[in-house]
Each structure stands twice: as structure tokens, then as C-alpha cells.
């Protein structure tokens, strides 16, 4: 069933078209925002460069054609209010970053802001019971400083001033940046969310290939999963290449490897556990001098904490044993232990009931990456809504979406907002 057909029984066919035009909308403003970047010919858009000025031009028009009343923040995010039907009426946040990793594709996270956009253009000037906030986070993928989610954190009100003070390559802070962007960074604490908000929902594509091999539009999702980062290091010894008996190595870098398989073949053996090394470094790193050091990196996720934890443990105790057959020693310390992070059980149902009157097949899904939800999750309710990546191509230019499925998010949207209008 494609987007178009299963969205008919939510509004018509005049709806249907609506909902695709503004699909069409969505996509043309996403590839547009992507030519705003910091290297030609690629899109590149780190936190507060000067192509982020552009994207600030452009979505700030956007969003005053839909009768938005539109300010930046201290910490650099886009935020556009569409007044509610009477004066204090709550908020509900729909958004999603406006940064880039190198090279990016034009959808990862644009797609979301520029979907609640459109959610707001929907409405046609018709007032809810609430105010509807789209914000376009400043950052989120942690290109620049290293640490990502700047601009939900600041919403969210965990920004503090020690994360204020990181520096990027060229020695610049984040506070600076904010400084030279003409922000201040001292009036931080006025960028948290409205208390009392409604919640918030973050639609953006999948970065996967689960929808597109499922052949759905969409999928609601149930968690974010909890991520483990690990630096692992082998120390064997160093001795000559040519001299030294195989027998009698102490090579820290086929200890290494031993244990990188040993982790994929555990992996492999759980459901919904993932298990990445990325890294290896082998000192000396001479062609013809055994490795006396090796230092790998470890990324493991799984939707639950327990199930990550316990997948650790083994890893480290393979380490341990791998080490002790080879006489190398092994040690691991521990660089991230991000806990799971649940959406909201109401705004999961009241999704539920969107795609249902929509009329859609979808599924639930565990989300796999970070994502601004799971920072605005710690002040108010929040839930995410993938859209389907075709080929499940993400971070990389090649990245794309569906009208139909753009136009499907819509219509869902469009169904949250009409329940929410009920029963706020």
C-alpha cells in the first residue's frame, strides 16, 4: 500500500493531495537547505558556522508565511511559535537538528524541522488548544566539540557552564562561538522549555534499512537504546619481525584481532544487540616490528540496559581470557554507559491512533542512534516517528525519502495534533 492510498481514508482524496503538495514542499526546502554549507559542492553545517545564518534566513521565512512568531536562542536554536486559541495555552515542540555531519546527506534532521513546518502550514490559520513549537535545534551530531545535543540540552536545561567551556579544534569554546554568532551565552538558562509542556515529537528518517526491507512508510518508536562505549587495550611486546618465532610472540595486535571477531560472533548471538569496533590503533606500527600495543574501540547498543550490560561483561571477560592464552595483558576503560531512554507511553498510543486513522501499516521499533528525543525525554513527554530510508542510506549524500512517505507523515501528524485537540 503505498502513502497516498492508505492516507485516503483519513480526510479524502482533496486531503491526500494537500498533504502531497506539502510533501513536495518539505523535500524542495530540505535539498535547498543543503546547498547552505560550509564546503562546496558537499553538505557540511557544524554548530553556529556561517552557513548556519543562511538556514536561519530561510526557515525564519518559512516560518512567518505560516504565521509563526519566530527567535533564536541563546544557544543558537530556531524556534517558531504558533499561538494556541487563548493567551498561556501550553506548548507542544515538534523539531529536530539543523547541523550536519561531513558530507551529509539532505534529510537527517532537517527533514523533521521542516516537517513541523509543515504540520503548522496544515492548519491552514485554524487555532488548537495548545501553541505548537517547531524548533530547529542548533546542534545535535557533536562535529564540532565533540559532544552532541547542544541545543536540546539547552532546552532541556542541562547545558551547564563546564559543557560551555569545551573548545573545538581551533581552540574556539562554545561560548565563544555563541559570542561571535551575536548570542549570549549568559542568558542560557532563558532557552529552557515551557513548563508544563504538552511534550515533544521528533519525526526524522530512519538511518536504517529495517522500513525499507518491510516495505512500511513509517514506524513509532518505543525506545532509544542505550549505548556502551569502551576503550580496550592489548600489551604484548615489541621484537623483530623477521627474528622472532611465531611461537614465541607476544603480539598485541593479533590478540586484538582475535577478540574483535570473538565480539562479532557474540553479537551475533542476541537479538537487537549491535557490537562495533571502529577503531585500532597498533604502536610501534612498523611494518616490521611486532605491535607492543593495540587500542580498539568498542560501541555496543541494545534497547535494554541489562542486556547491554550483561553483553559488556562477556566482552571484557573474552578480553581477559583472549589476553591470558597469548601472555598479553588486557585493561578497558569505560568512555560513555549511555542508559536506554523509553518515549512516552501516552504519546506512543495516541501515535498509534494517528497512523490507525490515517489508515497505514506501521510497527514499532527500537531507535538504534541518538536522537533529541532522548535528551527532551528528561523534562517532558517525548516520542519519535521514523519515516523510512530508502536503501538505509544515512550520513552520506545519497540519503533520501519518499514523497508519499513525507506525505504520510504529514497526514499522521496532522491525526496527532486532531487528538490532541480532544483530549489535551
Given at each position: 500500500?503505498?502513502?497516498?492510498?492508505?492516507?485516503?481514508?483519513?480526510?479524502?482524496?482533496?486531503?491526500?493531495?494537500?498533504?502531497?503538495?506539502?510533501?513536495?514542499?518539505?523535500?524542495?526546502?530540505?535539498?535547498?537547505?543543503?546547498?547552505?554549507?560550509?564546503?562546496?559542492?558537499?553538505?557540511?553545517?557544524?554548530?553556529?558556522?556561517?552557513?548556519?545564518?543562511?538556514?536561519?534566513?530561510?526557515?525564519?521565512?518559512?516560518?512567518?508565511?505560516?504565521?509563526?512568531?519566530?527567535?533564536?536562542?541563546?544557544?543558537?536554536?530556531?524556534?517558531?511559535?504558533?499561538?494556541?486559541?487563548?493567551?498561556?495555552?501550553?506548548?507542544?515542540?515538534?523539531?529536530?537538528?539543523?547541523?550536519?555531519?561531513?558530507?551529509?546527506?539532505?534529510?537527517?534532521?532537517?527533514?523533521?524541522?521542516?516537517?513541523?513546518?509543515?504540520?503548522?502550514?496544515?492548519?491552514?490559520?485554524?487555532?488548537?488548544?495548545?501553541?505548537?513549537?517547531?524548533?530547529?535545534?542548533?546542534?545535535?551530531?557533536?562535529?564540532?566539540?565533540?559532544?552532541?545535543?547542544?541545543?536540546?540540552?539547552?532546552?532541556?536545561?542541562?547545558?551547564?557552564?563546564?559543557?560551555?567551556?569545551?573548545?573545538?579544534?581551533?581552540?574556539?569554546?562554545?561560548?565563544?562561538?555563541?559570542?561571535?554568532?551575536?548570542?549570549?551565552?549568559?542568558?542560557?538558562?532563558?532557552?529552557?522549555?515551557?513548563?508544563?509542556?504538552?511534550?515533544?515529537?521528533?519525526?526524522?528518517?530512519?538511518?536504517?534499512?529495517?522500513?525499507?526491507?518491510?516495505?512500511?512508510?513509517?514506524?513509532?518508536?518505543?525506545?532509544?537504546?542505550?549505548?556502551?562505549?569502551?576503550?580496550?587495550?592489548?600489551?604484548?611486546?615489541?621484537?623483530?619481525?623477521?627474528?622472532?618465532?611465531?611461537?614465541?610472540?607476544?603480539?598485541?595486535?593479533?590478540?586484538?584481532?582475535?577478540?574483535?571477531?570473538?565480539?562479532?560472533?557474540?553479537?551475533?548471538?542476541?537479538?537487537?544487540?549491535?557490537?562495533?569496533?571502529?577503531?585500532?590503533?597498533?604502536?610501534?606500527?612498523?611494518?616490521?616490528?611486532?605491535?607492543a600495543s593495540c587500542r580498539c574501540s568498542l560501541d555496543v547498543r541494545h534497547a535494554s540496559d541489562a542486556q547491554r550490560h550483561a553483553a559488556v561483561d562477556r566482552f571484557t571477560a573474552a578480553a581477559r581470557a583472549i589476553a591470558s592464552a597469548r601472555s598479553l595483558t588486557a585493561h578497558w576503560a569505560l568512555a560513555l554507559d549511555q542508559p536506554?531512554?523509553?518515549?512516552?507511553?501516552?504519546?506512543?498510543?495516541?501515535?498509534?491512533?494517528?497512523?490507525?486513522?490515517?489508515?497505514?501499516?506501521?510497527?514499532?521499533?527500537?531507535?538504534?542512534?541518538?536522537?533529541?528525543?532522548?535528551?527532551?525525554?528528561?523534562?517532558?513527554?517525548?516520542?519519535?516517528?521514523?519515516?523510512?530510508?530508502?536503501?538505509?542510506?544515512?550520513?552520506?549524500?545519497?540519503?533520501?525519502?519518499?514523497?508519499?512517505?513525507?506525505?504520510?507523515?504529514?497526514?499522521?501528524?496532522?491525526?496527532?495534533?486532531?487528538?490532541?485537540?480532544?483530549?489535551?
Amino acid at each position: 500500500m503505498s502513502g497516498t492510498d492508505g492516507a485516503l481514508s483519513h480526510g479524502g482524496p482533496a486531503r491526500v493531495n494537500s498533504d502531497v503538495a506539502l510533501a513536495r514542499a518539505v523535500v524542495d526546502r530540505c535539498r535547498r537547505l543543503a546547498a547552505c554549507s560550509e564546503e562546496p559542492g558537499a553538505t557540511t553545517r557544524t554548530f553556529l558556522s556561517p552557513p548556519m545564518r543562511e538556514v536561519h534566513a530561510l526557515v525564519t521565512d518559512w516560518m512567518r508565511q505560516a504565521h509563526m512568531d519566530v527567535t533564536v536562542d541563546a544557544a543558537g536554536n530556531l524556534r517558531g511559535v504558533y499561538a494556541g486559541d487563548r493567551a498561556g495555552s501550553p506548548h507542544l515542540y515538534i523539531g529536530s537538528h539543523l547541523d550536519t555531519v561531513p558530507h551529509a546527506g539532505a534529510f537527517d534532521g532537517i527533514l523533521g524541522v521542516m516537517l513541523g513546518v509543515a504540520v503548522v502550514e496544515r492548519l491552514e490559520g485554524r487555532r488548537l488548544p495548545f501553541a505548537i513549537e517547531v524548533v530547529g535545534f542548533s546542534e545535535e551530531e557533536g562535529v564540532r566539540f565533540g559532544t552532541p545535543f547542544i541545543g536540546s540540552r539547552a532546552l532541556a536545561g542541562t547545558l551547564d557552564a563546564d559543557l560551555l567551556d569545551r573548545v573545538d579544534a581551533g581552540g574556539v569554546s562554545i561560548r565563544e562561538a555563541i559570542r561571535v554568532y551575536g548570542l549570549d551565552a549568559d542568558r542560557i538558562d532563558d532557552a529552557r522549555a515551557t513548563h508544563g509542556a504538552l511534550g515533544f515529537l521528533e519525526i526524522h528518517i530512519e538511518q536504517g534499512p529495517v522500513l525499507d526491507q518491510s516495505n512500511l512508510p513509517l514506524a513509532v518508536v518505543e525506545t532509544i537504546v542505550g549505548q556502551t562505549r569502551l576503550d580496550v587495550t592489548f600489551e604484548g611486546a615489541a621484537n623483530h619481525a623477521g627474528t622472532t618465532p611465531m611461537a614465541g610472540r607476544r603480539d598485541a595486535l593479533t590478540g586484538a584481532a582475535e577478540w574483535v571477531v570473538a565480539v562479532e560472533r557474540e553479537a551475533r548471538n542476541l537479538a537487537g544487540l549491535v557490537a562495533t569496533t571502529g577503531v585500532i590503533r597498533a604502536l610501534p606500527g612498523a611494518t616490521n616490528v611486532i605491535a607492543a600495543s593495540c587500542r580498539c574501540s568498542l560501541d555496543v547498543r541494545h534497547a535494554s540496559d541489562a542486556q547491554r550490560h550483561a553483553a559488556v561483561d562477556r566482552f571484557t571477560a573474552a578480553a581477559r581470557a583472549i589476553a591470558s592464552a597469548r601472555s598479553l595483558t588486557a585493561h578497558w576503560a569505560l568512555a560513555l554507559d549511555q542508559p536506554a531512554v523509553a518515549m512516552d507511553g501516552a504519546l506512543i498510543e495516541r501515535l498509534d491512533r494517528a497512523v490507525a486513522e490515517v489508515g497505514v501499516p506501521s510497527r514499532h521499533m527500537a531507535s538504534g542512534a541518538g536522537h533529541d528525543a532522548m535528551v527532551m525525554a528528561s523534562c517532558m513527554p517525548a516520542a519519535m516517528l521514523f519515516v523510512r530510508s530508502p536503501g538505509g542510506i544515512s550520513h552520506h549524500p545519497d540519503e533520501a525519502v519518499e514523497i508519499d512517505d513525507v506525505a504520510v507523515a504529514i497526514g499522521v501528524s496532522g491525526a496527532l495534533l486532531d487528538d490532541l485537540s480532544r483530549q489535551p
